[in-house]
T-cell receptor, first 115, second 112 residues
Framework: EAGVTQFPSHSVIEKGQTVTLRCDPISGHDNLYWYRRVMGKEIKFLLHFVKESKQDESGMPNNRFLAERTGGTYSTLKVQPAELEDSGVYFC?????????????FGSGTRLTVV | GEDVEQSLFLSVREGDSSVINCTYTDSSSTYLYWYKQEPGAGLQLLTYIFSNMDMKQDQRLTVLLNKKDKHLSLRIADTQTGDSAIYFCAEYMNSGYSTLTFGKGTMLLVSP
C-alpha cells in the first residue's frame, strides 16, 4: 500500500505570504495527525483528525494556522500569513485505529522555510 | 522543562555498539517509542516498548526501560554506516488523546 504522502517536499516563501501543505494519508486510515519540528527543537503535536472532525487541536500555535480535512480523506494545513518562526519540517501521520500500540505511519515531511 | 530529553549527538565507529539514551518525565506513559529519521525521509518507527516491560530485543536493537528512573535506552549492536540518522524517543500517555511527545532527537554518526 502507498504510504503517507506529503507535498510539497520543500517550500520557500517570504514572510507574510500564504502556504498550503497537503497530506494524503494511507487509504482507509481515519486518524490523521499533523506534527512539526522547528529547527533543533522537539517534534511537536499540532492536531489530530478523526475522519473530517478535529479530535484535538490543542497543539496549533495560533490562528494563522488552519487545518482542514474535507471528506475525511486528504488534509491541508494553511499558514497565513507566514512568519519567520514558522520555518521547520511539518510531518503528517495516519493510523487506522485510534490506538498507540504500533504508533502511526509518518510521511516524509514538508520542509518550510520562511525568509 | 522538556518532557522528553535526549543527548543531541553520538559518534561511533562501524561495528561498535551504539547506545542512545532518553529520559522522560511522565510516569503515566504507557508506550515508549524509538523513531528513526534518515536524511530527506520521514519518521520510521523502529521499535516500541510497553511501560510494563523492562526490555525488548529485536534483531540488532535492544530497548531497556527503567521506570523508576524514567530512563529509556536504545542499543544498536554492530552499528553500520546505514544506521547514521536522527533517532527520536517518544512517549505516549494514556490521557484519552493519541498524541506523542518527542525528544529533540539524537544524531548518530557512524564512521567507517
Amino acid at each position: 500500500e502507498a504510504g503517507v504522502t506529503q507535498f510539497p517536499s520543500h517550500s520557500v516563501i517570504e514572510k507574510g505570504q500564504t502556504v498550503t501543505l497537503r497530506c494524503d494519508p494511507i487509504s482507509g486510515h481515519d486518524n490523521l495527525y499533523w506534527y512539526r519540528r522547528v529547527m533543533g527543537k522537539e517534534i511537536k503535536f499540532l492536531l489530530h483528525f478523526v475522519k473530517e472532525s478535529k479530535q484535538d487541536e490543542s497543539g496549533m500555535p495560533n490562528n494563522r494556522f488552519l487545518a482542514e480535512r474535507t471528506g475525511g480523506t486528504y488534509s491541508t494545513l494553511k499558514v497565513q500569513p507566514a512568519e519567520l518562526e514558522d520555518s521547520g519540517v511539518y510531518f503528517c501521520a495516519s493510523s487506522q485505529e485510534d490506538t498507540m500500540l504500533y504508533g502511526y505511519t509518518f510521511g516524509s515531511g514538508t520542509r518550510l522555510t520562511v525568509v | 522543562g522538556e518532557d522528553v530529553e535526549q543527548s543531541l549527538f553520538l559518534s561511533v565507529r562501524e561495528g561498535d555498539s551504539s547506545v542512545i539514551n532518553c529520559t522522560y518525565t511522565d510516569s503515566s506513559s504507557t508506550y515508549l517509542y524509538w523513531y528513526k529519521q534518515e536524511p530527506g525521509a520521514g519518521l520510521q518507527l523502529l521499535t516500541y516498548i510497553f511501560s510494563n516491560m523492562d526490555m525488548k530485543q529485536d534483531q540488532r536493537l535492544t530497548v531497556l526501560l527503567n521506570k523508576k528512573d524514567k530512563h529509556l535506552s536504545l542499543r544498536i549492536a554492530d552499528t553500520q554506516t546505514g544506521d547514521s540518522a536522527i533517532y527520536f524517543c517518544a512517549e505516549y500517555m494514556n490521557s484519552g488523546y493519541s498524541t506523542l511527545t518527542f525528544g529533540k532527537g539524537t544524531m548518530l554518526l557512524v564512521s567507517p
